[in-house]
């Protein structure tokens, strides 16, 4: 009784006579049963290996399999230099081509000096800026007395201090009075003795 089944990572996988589901995909179908129990971590180690080494083998077989003779050390060397400037070429024509795509895509990188370097601000630390700076000019003026408030406040205060000097003249008057009063009735009980 074999049935298909698909796993989370799409291999197509198949269930024996056991119920156990064997992989019907020829890379994963030539592993033995002890392979199956490894993790996904092994997995990923040995695949990253074996393109390393198909990679290497390749390039080995590019070299070899060439019609060319032996190359020199020197000329491999050559070689390579020349195929990297090819690739920083391509990569660059790429970045010029991911700039048409995206627009706000940045090749310019900040350095550690553009840090110190003023920086525009924002629209809110500018309302704040000028709320700020505003409110200094205010106070200046009103300081100075050059407000319609502190002219107000001034007005007022200069009122009160009439008010408490009229107030001060008013007392002294009055204890100038009750002193001379106090004066003219000791004259008058001295003056009374006498007689």
Do not use: C, F
Not at 100 to 127: W, Y
């Amino acid at each position: 009784m074999l049935t298909s089944v698909t796993s989370a990572n799409s291999k197509v996988m198949t269930l024996d006579e056991n119920g156990t589901a064997v992989s019907q995909d020829k890379r994963w179908a030539r592993r033995g049963d002890d392979d199956e129990e490894k993790d996904s971590d092994d997995e990923d180690e040995e695949s990253e290996e074996e393109e390393e080494e198909s990679s290497e083998e390749e390039e080995e077989g590019a070299e070899g399999t060439s019609n060319q003779p032996e190359l020199t050390r020197a000329e491999r060397k050559a070689l390579k230099k020349k195929e990297a400037e090819q690739k920083q070429q391509q990569a660059a024509l790429n970045e010029e081509d991911a700039d048409l795509i995206n627009p706000n895509h940045v090749t310019k990188k900040m350095n550690i000096s553009d840090l110190s370097a003023p920086r525009e601000l924002t629209r809110r630390e500018r309302q704040v800026k000028e709320k700020k700076e505003a409110q200094d000019r205010y106070w200046k003026l009103h300081v100075q007395g050059k407000t319609d408030q502190a002219k107000s406040d001034l007005a007022r205060l200069a009122k009160i201090k009439a008010e408490r000097e009229a107030a001060q003249a008013r007392r002294k008057a009055e204890t100038d009075a009750k002193a001379a009063e106090i004066e003219e009735k000791k004259k008058a009980a001295a003056a009374g003795r006498r007689i």
